[in-house]
């Protein structure tokens, strides 16, 4: 069987990684990805957390997959006894809410998960964290265990490391057609003129999803909508910082001695797509410091040392992924629309879709609450608990 997929992020490396360690030499990979820096890819441009705090059994399930990978890198993606290196901080997430009722029902899905949370009151959020302003706040939850922060490129490559050396090809161009005849892609034509054939194609372009889509007449409906991070300077130490989300869509964690801390656009707030990948550095002035200096006095003193910016891959419907194979072209599989948590859910996606395409079916996680066909009818899985 020869399988293509498209596009060389974490997703795509993850795709052929459990393709090749679930088929062997019995699959043949190839994965098609123009820049090998990953200069513009969001797994190189991320904040590289993981969080067992989500409010889906699927998205909880995956996280712990995620975190199995990161935590034993040496063992699934060591490379000839090589160590791994992704500078996998183990922390903690904390998600401050003003109305204790979406956090209460968050946690009775990650209880049923067995996921270990803590709910704290304000009072005891005080004692726990003394530098933190919690008399607005109402309830907050505090992950115990299976979080924490890497460094997202590196983990992008590490699994496409390991994915080479099992077999897996990457070429070096950009897919610029799709050959459909009917309900089966046959080929993906290579802005270098070629043509390659397979028996099944994998969308794992990331925030490009919706283009590559389009190129099989097919609509992905993800949206690259610029996510700018701050990386920050404060002269007072915060002892044991949580990642902290914010109620205002602020969230900051530590990074090395200092802060890294970004804002997400609510519902209500403008979130046009594809602006140029340049950091919005008017919103640090506007959205990030009085949201920071609120619910940490200390973070008056602030200064910001750089910034970057990169996609969100953002599936607007109810920001879970897609994935699974398209309904009018079933030898199109999807792996898109992660919103934002798509690092920590590429062993478990990409997993997944290896199964799928080798079995037919899902063998180790159910991905099926996240397939294309709940998009098509409109039919919402809603996370609440979005960053
Ligand atoms: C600021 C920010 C913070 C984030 N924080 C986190 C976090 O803390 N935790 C987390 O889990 N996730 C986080 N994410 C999300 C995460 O980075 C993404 O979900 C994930 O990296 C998606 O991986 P991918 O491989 O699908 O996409 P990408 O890494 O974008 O890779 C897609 C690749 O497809 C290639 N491509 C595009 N078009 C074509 C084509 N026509 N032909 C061939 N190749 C093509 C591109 O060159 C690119 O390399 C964050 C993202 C951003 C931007």
Request: proline share 6%; net charge negative.
């Amino acid at each position: 069987m020869k399988v293509v997929v498209i596009g060389g992020g974490a997703v795509g490396s993850a795709v052929a990684l459990f393709l090749k360690r679930l088929g062997g030499a019995d699959v043949a990979v190839q994965v098609i990805e123009p820049d090998p820096t990953l200069r513009q890819a969001s797994s190189a441009l991320s904040a590289g957390s993981i969080r067992q705090q989500f409010s889906n059994a699927v998205n909880v399930q995956m996280s712990r997959f995620g975190h199995e990978l990161l935590a034993q890198a040496d063992e699934w993606l060591g490379v000839d006894g090589a160590p791994v290196a992704l500078g996998f901080v183990p922390g903690a997430y904390l998600f401050c809410a003003t109305d204790a009722d979406a956090l209460l029902a968050n946690h009775r899905v990650q209880q049923a998960e067995g996921v270990a949370v803590a709910l704290l009151t304000p009072a005891e959020l005080g004692q726990r964290f003394a530098w933190l302003r919690c008399d607005d706040l109402a309830l907050a939850s505090l992950g115990l265990a299976g979080e924490g922060w890497f460094d997202g490129e590196a983990w992008a490559r590490a699994i496409a490391h390991k994915a080479r050396s099992l077999g897996a090809q990457w070429r070096r161009a950009k897919v610029v057609g799709l050959e459909r005849r009917g309900a089966r892609l046959q080929a993906a034509v290579l802005d270098d003129g070629s043509r390659v054939e397979a028996d099944a194609f994998v969308n794992a372009a990331g925030p490009w999803a919706g283009a590559v889509g389009r190129l099989a007449g097919l609509d992905v409906p993800v949206h690259a909508r610029r996510r700018t991070v701050f990386a920050l300077r404060c002269p007072t130490a915060l002892p044991q910082t949580p990642l902290v989300v914010d109620p205002s869509g602020v969230w900051f964690r530590t990074e090395g001695a200092g802060f890294i801390a970004a804002w997400s656009p609510g519902p209500d707030d403008e979130d046009p797509d594809d602006l140029p990948l340049e950091p919005d550095l008017t919103q640090f002035e506007q959205k990030l410091w009085p949201a920071l200096a609120h619910r940490v006095p200390a973070f008056e003193a602030l200064r910001v040392s750089r910034a970057w910016a990169g996609y969100y891959e953002v599936h607007a419907m109810d920001h879970n992924a897609i994935i699974g194979p398209h309904p009018d072209c079933p030898n199109l599989l999807l792996a898109n629309g992660f919103s934002g948590h798509g690092l920590q859910h590429a062993p478990a996606a990409g997993r997944g879709v290896a199964e799928w395409i080798l079995h037919g079916r899902y063998q180790s996680i159910d991905l099926s609450a996240l397939g294309c066909e709940r998009v098509l009818a409109k039919r919402p899985l809603i996370e609440q608990a979005i960053i």
